[in-house]
């Protein structure tokens, strides 16, 4: 016969149990991704922002490769006031058609030029995502090593390893660059 102090123990030690199994697999996750997020404080703690810094030069490709679409915009907006007034106005014939005319000529102008601009943007942020990839296989890779070395596994001495990560994360450091300058002077 049980008694509920027993009762009581077993509820107890059941749970004390499913904590164990609940909270020691993530402890041990923890543990095993903690040196990595050291690693990334420690020495990519640009990395993001220079991430962020191409993905804004991505946005604005269009206003760098199609400086033509804007003024379009503007004529299309205006010949379109234009007949709308002119509509209203209940205008001649022959002016309407004109206006129409000039309407439909800006809008056609003006989806060619947005479409010859998408192809231009498409491509430059194509480009530019495949080395924004690259640096991030580069990053993965500068990461291994140092993992390697804090794991002992490696044989460098701290010299050369500190000289090994500098040469790395410099060459990291010139590839946004260059990837950014790109961006930024797209024509």
Same mark, same amino acid.
């Given at each position: 016969?049980?008694?509920?102090? =027993? ?20 402890? !041990?996750?923890?543990? !095993? ?28 490709? &269009? ?14 907006? %205006? ?5 709308? &007034?002119?509509?209203? &106005? ?6 309407? %058609? ?53 794991? =002992?596994?490696? =044989? ?17 450091? &010139? ?13």
């Amino acid at each position: 016969m049980t008694t509920k102090k =027993g009762i009581w123990n077993m509820k107890k030690i059941i749970v004390f149990l499913l904590l164990l199994v609940i909270l020691v697999p993530s402890q !041990a996750l923890a543990a !095993a991704s903690a040196p990595t997020v050291n690693i990334e404080k420690t020495y990519f703690e640009s990395y993001k922002s220079k991430v962020n810094e191409v993905k804004a030069a991505q946005k604005n490709l &269009s206003v760098r490769l199609c400086p033509d679409v804007q003024p379009l915009t503007e004529q299309y907006k %205006a010949s379109a006031a234009r007949y709308t &007034s002119l509509v209203k &106005s209940k205008a001649s014939k022959d002016m309407l %058609a004109q206006a129409k005319a000039e309407k439909i000529r800006d809008i056609k102008a003006l989806n060619a030029a947005k479409k010859t601009c998408a192809v231009k943007v498409k491509q430059h942020k194509k480009e530019s995502d495949k080395a924004l990839k690259d640096i991030q296989v580069l990053k993965a890779a500068i990461v291994k090593n140092i993992k390697a070395h804090l794991a =002992g596994k490696d =044989g460098m001495s701290e010299n050369d390893f500190t000289a090994s990560v500098q040469k790395s994360l410099s060459f990291m450091d &010139s590839k946004f660059s260059a990837l950014l300058s790109s961006l930024r002077s797209a024509t």
